[in-house]
């Protein structure tokens, strides 16, 4: 029964196409994020969100928004992709506060052509 | 600017010996780290962890190390097993700092040889 579960696991697009990463977790965790796994292999953070109120990594193209339908659910749309936006992406979750771990996805590797 | 760092992008150890991933970070305000493994074409997977107020967590054939005066912890895998071999991200964070997230070094992957 898997805890964090995102989907699709690849996908591949075309420049300028608009997707979505869906992510989805059992855990009764109060906080998700995405962190996106670059090239270069760094794991970053890009959005963290908490009972509605939504951290941003200041770093992060506004091309990029995630959408919280409910708590056990943050979706990441990505509008005009890019080529610089293929990368594996990460949906995690966790208890806020407190020493507590996040539980990842499996990843969704993103290749924009 | 790296606030958490991994300076041996791998590390090859002998099976049964132990295997010793070193991890520095820069922002004092961090009081939470954590080690992840992560093989191919999986998520990070929680390992163990360590608060700042103790210098010493262990789990099993997994010990973390914390020396808040050098801004340095360790994670000691014994005996290495070929399991082990994957990829090692330390990660850090500042729990009161509300959901910002994890700060994860650039991973250390580990060989273990038979």
């Known amino acids: 029964d898997t805890a964090v579960s995102q989907t699709p696991k690849y996908l591949v697009t075309q420049m300028g196409n608009d997707k979505s990463i869906k992510c989805e977790q059992n855990?009764?965790?109060?906080?998700m994020y995405w962190y996106k796994q670059d090239s270069k292999k760094f794991l970053k953070i890009m959005f963290s969100y908490n009972n509605k109120e939504l951290i941003i990594n200041e770093t992060v193209p506004n091309r990029f928004s995630p959408k919280s339908p409910d708590k056990a659910h943050l979706n990441l749309h990505i509008n005009s992709l890019e080529l610089g936006d293929s990368a594996v992406y990460f949906c995690?979750?966790?208890?806020?506060?407190?020493?507590?771990?996040?539980?990842f996805g499996q990843g969704t590797r993103l290749t924009v052509v | 600017d790296q606030q958490v760092k991994q300076n041996s992008p791998s590390l090859s150890v002998q099976e049964g010996r132990i295997s010793i991933l070193n991890c520095d970070y820069t922002n004092s305000m961090f009081d939470y780290f954590l080690w992840y493994k992560k093989y191919p074409a999986e998520g990070p997977t929680f390992l163990i962890s360590?608060?700042?107020?103790?210098d010493k967590n262990e789990d099993g054939r997994f010990t973390v190390f914390l020396n808040k005066s050098a801004k340095h912890l360790s994670l000691h895998i014994v005996p290495s097993q070929p399991g082990d071999s994957a990829v090692y991200f330390c990660a850090a964070r500042y729990s009161g700092g509300g959901a910002d997230g994890l700060t994860f070094g650039k991973g250390t992957h580990l060989i273990i040889q038979p």
């Open positions: 360590i608060s700042s107020i103790k």
């Open positions: 855990l009764g965790h109060d906080t």
């Open positions: 995690a979750s966790s208890l806020r506060g407190g020493n507590t771990e996040a539980f």
